[in-house]
């Protein structure tokens, strides 16, 4: 295992250069170690280390796109290495497994292919400050079938892997020459938060336009079934009720099946058996009900956790028991104050987190105390593709809320993308991706056929 100081990004290793390691690269982790890296790593005044498992970035709202095909993700994906390249921080691969808090050490396991075949051994990185930025996985609370009959959203390879059986479904249901089969062509979705609302919305455009490409034999509107689970007694139970309202009144036009007040008692090999004693038939079937922090978050060297492994951090992002480790993002439990709980797992809160913590971090290189952080509640934007974006705006600001629809609010919603790629890549880049994408998007097809 390699135990050596971390090398500064200018040159040669040395041990007076405070060391930054930032595990995990999605939006809060990568923003903030780009901005950091444009500052103090090009300057030499720290050396700044990504860890992250994957290859590239893709923002995590946008999945739901890229499972229906609406989206194309090489045109969206971030490369970790070239983006440390022009950005002044190393990338490095690979899954953070433990930590040891007295030697400040990160331990990071081997990093295997498709194969098998290990490219990285397993490391350990030093530390002098620690950023832990991992995010948040769906949580199936233990029902039975899960594991074995279930796709989620949580990374760009599920997504992926969704939207290829997709396809294979209309394909297989076009050659076929017996008629379908109860249950076939159908999707059930299990959980009516942000992201299975999205994707009930998507669907319903994407899987017509896939048909639309010569499957002739499949009626959309026939033989097309989307269906949303939900155990609460409303769809986007953690937004205002008159969203959930509007939201639902809109998916209903579109034909999507909705199913409040229905928990889950197992998913079988052709569908969901409800606790009520109905079983709805479906051939694929997306799990995206719940929230928690990665498992190995428990047992962080004695680091504090709540019951759905989330790092407690104070307002200043630091954990309870560490000064030297912060968290931020969905894995981070963080104080809001104004409400008497904790910071929502939102694009906005992780966006918000890294830029405080860019300047938290100077402040613990000058010595100074450091500032707490105070979320500042934007409201929330629920897009239904091509049909409508519903949302609630300034929530936190004006003590209430304004309902916004239609092209103001998908406006809104397609500018927190934009505030992510700014932090990313400055307005020159962002500006001509634009372009490109709108010019591109003219001469291929309106929804990824593979």
Same mark, same amino acid.
Request: net charge neutral; hydrophobic share 40%.
């Given at each position: 295992?390699?135990?050596?100081?971390?090398?500064?990004?200018?040159?040669?290793?040395?041990?007076?250069?405070?060391?930054?390691?930032?595990?995990?690269?999605?939006?809060?982790?990568?923003?903030?170690?780009?901005?950091?890296?444009?500052?103090?790593?090009?300057?030499?005044?720290? /050396?700044?280390?990504?860890?992250?498992?994957? @290859?590239?970035?893709?923002?995590?709202?946008?999945?739901?796109?890229? =499972?229906?095909?609406?989206?194309?993700?090489?045109?969206?994906?971030?490369?970790?290495?070239?983006?440390?390249?022009?950005?002044? +921080?190393?990338?490095?691969?690979?899954?953070?497994?433990?930590?040891?808090?007295?030697?400040?050490?990160?331990?990071?396991?081997?990093?295997?292919?498709?194969?098998?075949?290990?490219?990285?051994?397993?490391?350990?990185?030093?530390?002098?400050?620690?950023?832990?930025?991992?995010? /948040?996985?769906?949580?199936?609370?233990?029902?039975?079938?899960?594991?074995?009959?279930?796709?989620?959203?949580?990374?760009?390879?599920?997504?992926?892997? +969704?939207?290829?059986?997709?396809?294979?479904?209309?394909?297989?249901?076009?050659?076929?020459?017996?008629?379908?089969r109860p249950g076939q062509l159908h999707v059930a979705i299990i959980?009516?938060?942000?992201?299975?609302?999205?994707?009930? =919305?998507?669907?319903?455009?994407?899987?017509?336009?896939?048909?639309? &490409?010569?499957?002739?034999?499949?009626?959309?509107?026939?033989?097309?079934?989307?269906?949303?689970?939900?155990?609460?007694?409303?769809?986007?139970?953690?937004?205002?009720?008159?969203?959930?309202?509007?939201?639902?009144?809109?998916?209903?036009? %579109?034909?999507?099946?909705?199913?409040?007040?229905?928990?889950?008692?197992?998913?079988?090999?052709?569908?969901?058996?409800?606790a009520d004693g109905r079983t709805l038939a479906a051939e694929l079937?997306?799990?995206?009900?719940?929230?928690?922090?990665?498992?190995?978050?428990?047992?962080?060297?004695?680091?504090?956790?709540?019951?759905?492994?989330?790092?407690?951090?104070?307002?200043?992002?630091?954990? !309870?028991?560490?000064?030297?480790? +912060?968290?931020?993002?969905?894995?981070?439990?963080?104080?809001?104050?104004?409400?008497?709980?904790?910071?929502?797992?939102?694009?906005?809160?992780? #966006?918000?987190?890294?830029?405080?913590?860019?300047?938290?971090? @100077?402040?613990? %290189?000058?010595?100074?105390?450091?500032?707490?952080?105070? &979320?500042?509640? +934007?409201?929330? %934007?629920?897009?239904?593709?091509?049909?409508? !974006?519903?949302?609630?705006?300034?929530?936190?600001?004006?003590?209430?809320?304004?309902?916004?629809?239609?092209?103001?609010?998908?406006?809104?919603?397609?500018?927190?993308?934009?505030? #992510?790629?700014?932090?990313?890549?400055?307005?020159?880049?962002?500006?001509?991706?634009?372009?490109?994408?709108?010019?591109? @998007?003219?001469?291929?097809?309106?929804?990824?056929?593979?």
């Open positions: 295992m390699d135990r050596s100081p971390l090398p500064n990004t200018l040159g040669a290793a040395t041990t007076a250069v405070h060391r930054i390691v930032i595990v995990g690269g999605g939006a809060g982790g990568l923003e903030l170690a780009t901005r950091l890296g444009d500052t103090l790593g090009r300057r030499g005044q720290a /050396s700044v280390t990504l860890i992250e498992k994957t @290859r590239t970035h893709v923002w995590k709202p946008k999945l739901h796109e890229i =499972a229906a095909g609406s989206m194309d993700m090489s045109a969206h994906e971030v490369d970790y290495l070239a983006q440390s390249h022009w950005h002044g +921080f190393r990338y490095r691969i690979g899954e953070m497994v433990g930590l040891d808090r007295i030697r400040r050490e990160v331990h990071v396991a081997p990093f295997r292919d498709d194969e098998g075949r290990e490219v990285t051994p397993a490391r350990v990185f030093g530390y002098d400050t620690l950023v832990i930025a991992v995010g /948040s996985q769906s949580n199936d609370f233990g029902t039975p079938g899960v594991a074995e009959h279930a796709l989620k959203l949580e990374c760009a390879a599920d997504a992926r892997r +969704f939207h290829g059986r997709l396809i294979n479904a209309c394909i297989r249901a076009h050659a076929q020459p017996e008629p379908l959980g009516a938060g942000a992201t299975g609302v999205e994707l009930a =919305a998507e669907l319903h455009r994407s899987a017509r336009e896939v048909v639309a &490409y010569g499957l002739d034999r499949v009626d959309p509107d026939k033989d097309i079934r989307v269906s949303l689970i939900e155990a609460a007694d409303r769809i986007l139970p953690a937004l205002p009720p008159r969203l959930s309202q509007a939201t639902e009144r809109l998916l209903g036009k %579109l034909g999507v099946e909705v199913h409040t007040g229905a928990r889950v008692a197992e998913l079988i090999a052709d569908g969901v058996r409800l079937v997306v799990w995206a009900a719940g929230v928690k922090a990665p498992d190995f978050l428990r047992e962080l060297d004695g680091l504090e956790t709540n019951r759905v492994n989330q790092l407690v951090v104070r307002p200043t992002l630091q954990t !309870t028991l560490d000064d030297d480790v +912060f968290a931020l993002g969905d894995c981070a439990a963080c104080p809001w104050p104004e409400k008497g709980g904790i910071v929502p797992p939102r694009a906005q809160a992780a #966006h918000q987190q890294a830029s405080h913590l860019v300047k938290q971090i @100077r402040r613990r %290189l000058e010595g100074k105390p450091l500032a707490d952080y105070r &979320y500042r509640d +934007f409201g929330s %934007l629920v897009s239904l593709g091509e049909y409508s !974006t519903v949302g609630n705006m300034m929530g936190g600001l004006i003590g209430g809320s304004l309902m916004v629809e239609g092209l103001f609010a998908r406006l809104m919603y397609v500018s927190l993308y934009k505030m #992510h790629e700014l932090a990313l890549h400055g307005f020159a880049k962002v500006a001509l991706d634009t372009l490109a994408r709108a010019i591109t @998007r003219r001469t291929e097809p309106q929804v990824k056929l593979h």
